[in-house]
């Protein structure tokens, strides 16, 4: 059967990503910096669902070691999902620059990097399918997280594009907008019930919309009418405004 | 983020924190906040609320599992419904289930839950081989049957510490279907009759009609059945229904109800009827329905269920259906259940005989009724399940468990009376 990579193997959204697909057969590629930290979950998943599942060394902001990383996959999957993401208080990126810095090179970058080289064998073999974890924040630039906003709308461009190059190659590209997400990541925010989805709805929000060749999708799907009124708040209000 | 109970009441805030690790989990039972473990929140009233949760579902790794013995090990935060899609197509099933597998392991065990075959294979408790548990010190330590901190921490409601993973023992079996038959009776003397023909099949339930009057009083249909031997496990989670939002509050009244319960009793023939069904529609069917508790409006609702013992079971029942039924108050639910013998675990709520659980919308006199039924349950030495509670009063909850002095002193010895505590374990003083 075949496999799926998953980037930012890490994140409880990856691990409910990692079930769904494991449940529906489909083999494992776990990626992320410590693969110590993901043998748990691999061994769940194989007692759970009788699936191989491989864990592999990957840093996203070693963009050199990319190239190599794919080349070594000796059966190379048939999906890739980068799930990877950091988000740090705004205040800290504006007064750390280091900060800013990890925050673009891991939602944007190195995203970018490894998405190029898996994207140009899928294009040859003409097949494969792309899904990007981006985000809500993207969709507008707010003052309570912009730096962390404006590297998922990059994201979110770069995935537009790429969905546009690879249509004629049939290889499928969709682009997740999760709102908010009761995850280790938001863990000290007071997020309101209903806005906010678990991590494994999410998964299988991910996994509806990817079979059935989706393009983009928010999920809570709530959120793509916040978002639109958001967006269309004209920028001589939302300028004003602390939302 | 803000948790709450499945009966929606009380609407409290608080504050969760997610057991993700055991270092983690340390550093905020040193703290000097007073915390609740927390599972999945179908607990009905006050027993897992508290300022401070610790949500345990997010611990949730399967850790092994050997299909010799049938024994899996995993973490408390791994819910029933997890195990049943992952093993009823290897062949195994839980031992002992409620009626809904959206519960974790954690939750199981603290609230020592039974199921429909309680009359065979006794509480959850039965097929623990051990757990470990995080106490208030914060050391952690694994309980095994016969210690004292097994018995108090089965059926404990989670005030005896944390509990982190556990090993069970599944049972087998050779079909995703039961056999099952249904039995439509007139009044209670034939409800009871038919549960003591049937006590040899391994489950049974009872659906009574609450607003049945005179003769008619406890009239139900009696589902029974056991596994079928087909070979066929072809299980998948089946798709649900969604309730998306809070009925208005008027949505649900004597008419409504009355009208349901005729047409659930309606829509059985006469007397004896066989039917094969899956587990979902056997053992879960209101899981099919996500947010059910949602039908009972934003103002929540409560389940009151006690346990009668055996020998006065029949009086005991009589009476209280019919003070519900000249109260007029509409249970959209009631579910009568045959028990075996009681465990030794301190707080477990079974005891031989006989047990009624009924829904209530939250409302003006409501509170005043359940005082009066509490009055007829505590006059026939019954007890009232902790686990739907949330208004018992101290003095009706003590005088229904014996044990409470021996599970009151351990907490006191062990200082869990400090750090674990819930809105419901300050109500009734444990």
Redesign the interface.
Same mark, same amino acid.
């Given at each position: 059967m075949s496999y799926i990579l998953i980037i930012g193997a890490k994140s409880?959204i990856a691990k409910e990503i990692a079930r769904v697909y494991a449940?529906n057969g489909y083999n494992i590629y776990l990626a992320g910096r410590d693969i110590e930290s993901m043998r748990?979950?691999a061994?769940?998943i194989k007692?759970?669902?009788n699936i191989e599942i491989e864990l592999k060394e990957f840093d996203i902001i070693d963009f050199g070691s990319h190239q190599s990383f794919y080349n070594k996959l000796e059966v190379k999957p048939i999906g890739t999902i980068v799930v990877a993401g950091y988000m740090s208080e705004q205040k800290e990126c504006e007064e750390n620059w280091t900060e800013t810095l990890n925050t673009i090179n891991v939602n944007y970058t190195g995203a970018v990097s490894i998405l190029n080289i898996i994207a140009n064998d899928y294009e040859i073999n003409k097949k494969g399918f792309i899904v990007g974890v981006s985000s809500v924040a993207g969709d507008r630039g707010r003052k309570a997280n912009y730096i962390y906003g404006s590297s998922k709308a990059a994201f979110s461009a770069y995935l537009g594009g790429l969905r546009n190059r690879l249509f004629e190659s049939h290889v499928h590209v969709l682009t997740v907008k999760p709102g908010f997400v009761?995850t280790?990541m938001t863990?000290e925010l007071?997020?309101p019930?209903k806005l906010?989805a678990q991590p494994e709805d999410v998964a299988d929000d991910i996994y509806k919309a990817q079979q059935k060749g989706k393009s983009i999708i928010y999920t809570k799907s709530i959120w793509r009418y916040i978002m639109l009124i958001i967006k269309h708040i004209p920028e001589f209000i939302f300028k004003k405004m602390s939302i | 983020?803000?948790l709450n109970s499945w009966g929606m009441y009380p609407y409290i805030k608080n504050k969760s924190?997610?057991l #993700?690790s055991r270092d983690r989990l340390k550093i905020e039972i040193l703290s000097d906040k007073e915390l609740i473990p927390f599972g999945n929140g179908r607990s009905y009233g006050d027993s897992a609320l508290n300022e401070n949760i610790i949500y345990c579902k997010?611990y949730n790794?399967?850790?092994?599992?050997d299909d010799e013995s049938g024994i899996l090990h995993c973490q408390s935060g791994v819910l029933l419904s #997890?195990i049943i899609?992952?093993f009823v197509p290897k062949g195994w099933f839980l031992k002992v289930t409620p009626g809904t597998k959206l519960i974790t392991i954690g939750g199981a065990v603290a609230s020592d839950i039974h199921g429909k075959n309680h009359h065979v294979e006794g509480c959850f408790s039965e097929c623990v081989e051990e757990f470990t548990l995080m106490l208030a010190n914060g050391e952690i330590t694994t309980c095994k049957r016969d210690d004292e901190l097994f018995l108090a921490t089965c059926g404990g409601m989670g005030l005896t510490g944390v509990i982190l993973d556990a090993k069970i023992s599944l049972k087998k079996i050779n079909s995703k279907y039961i056999n099952q038959t249904t039995i439509k009776t007139k009044n209670l003397q034939e409800t009871f009759e038919a549960f003591e023909k049937y006590a040899y099949l391994p489950y049974s339930v009872a659906w009574i009609d609450c607003l049945a009057k005179d003769e008619n009083i406890g009239k139900c249909l009696l589902m029974v059945g056991d596994f079928a031997d087909d070979g066929n496990l072809d299980f998948k989670d089946s798709r649900k229904l969604n309730i998306p939002f809070n009925f208005p509050s008027f949505a649900l009244n004597t008419l409504s109800v009355k009208a349901f319960n005729w047409l659930y009793y309606k829509k059985s023939p006469h007397g004896e009827s066989k039917q094969k069904v899956d587990i979902d529609t056997f053992f879960y069917p209101l899981d099919a329905i996500n947010n059910w508790n949602r039908i009972y409006g934003k103002g929540g609702f409560t389940q009151y269920q006690f346990i009668l013992p055996k020998d006065v079971s029949y009086d005991g029942l009589k009476e209280i259906l019919g003070t519900i039924s000249k109260s007029g108050k509409g249970s959209f639910l009631a579910v009568l259940k045959l028990y075996g013998k009681g465990n030794e675990n301190y707080l477990s709520f079974p005891i031989e005989g006989y047990s009624l659980a009924l829904d209530f919308k939250i409302e003006k006199g409501l509170f005043e009724l359940l005082d009066k039924l509490d009055e007829i349950v505590l006059k026939y030495n019954g007890r009232i399940y902790l686990t739907k509670d949330v208004r018992v009063s101290k003095e009706t909850f003590e005088k229904g468990y014996p044990s409470i002095e021996k599970f009151r002193k351990f907490r006191k010895d062990n200082k869990m009376d400090k750090k674990f505590n819930s809105l419901q374990s300050k109500r009734v003083g444990i």
């Open positions: 409880d449940k748990d979950l061994n769940d007692i759970r669902y009761n280790k863990k007071d997020l019930p906010t | 983020m803000n924190i997610s #993700e997010p790794y399967f850790l092994d599992f #997890e899609e992952a």
